[in-house]
């Protein structure tokens, strides 16, 4: 059974960086696929960041690209997410996702998800 781990969320303010975490445990496989997404309050969940677990290969929301970066540690079966220039609309719960199966970055289709760690970013 797989597990995913979130953390390192909090409350930082406007401008502010922070990296997530998302430990990835229960089975010694490696994904495919490792994900990152958000929801606000109110609004549905939205796709961040994702990256193949090998090859390097990363893709971003528009609204992150060039504040966010997406990286793993293979070794410590974890994700993590780098967020730079934090702005109030990025204050939401972000959800760590892993796939198995090999998939285009575009598909947003994931087989296992955390629990969340909740980012406030404050003015």
């Known amino acids: 059974q797989v597990q995913l781990v979130e953390s390192g969320g909090g409350l930082v303010q406007a401008g502010d960086s922070l990296r997530l975490s998302c430990a990835a445990s229960?089975?010694?496989?490696?994904?495919?696929?490792m994900g990152w997404f958000r929801q606000a309050p109110g609004k549905e969940r939205e796709f961040v960041a994702a990256?193949?677990?090998?090859?390097?290969?990363?893709d971003y929301a528009d609204s992150v690209k060039g504040r966010f970066t997406i990286s793993r540690d293979n070794d410590k079966n974890t994700l993590y997410l780098q967020m730079s220039s934090l702005q109030l609309e990025d204050t939401a719960v972000y959800y760590c996702?892993?796939?198995?199966?090999?998939?285009?970055?575009?598909?947003?289709?994931?087989?296992?998800w955390g629990q969340g760690t909740q980012v406030t970013v404050s003015s």
């Open positions: 229960g089975r010694t496989f490696r994904f495919h696929t």
């Open positions: 996702a892993a796939r198995l199966n090999p998939r285009p970055l575009a598909v947003r289709v994931y087989d296992y």
């Open positions: 990256a193949t677990w090998s090859g390097g290969s990363t």
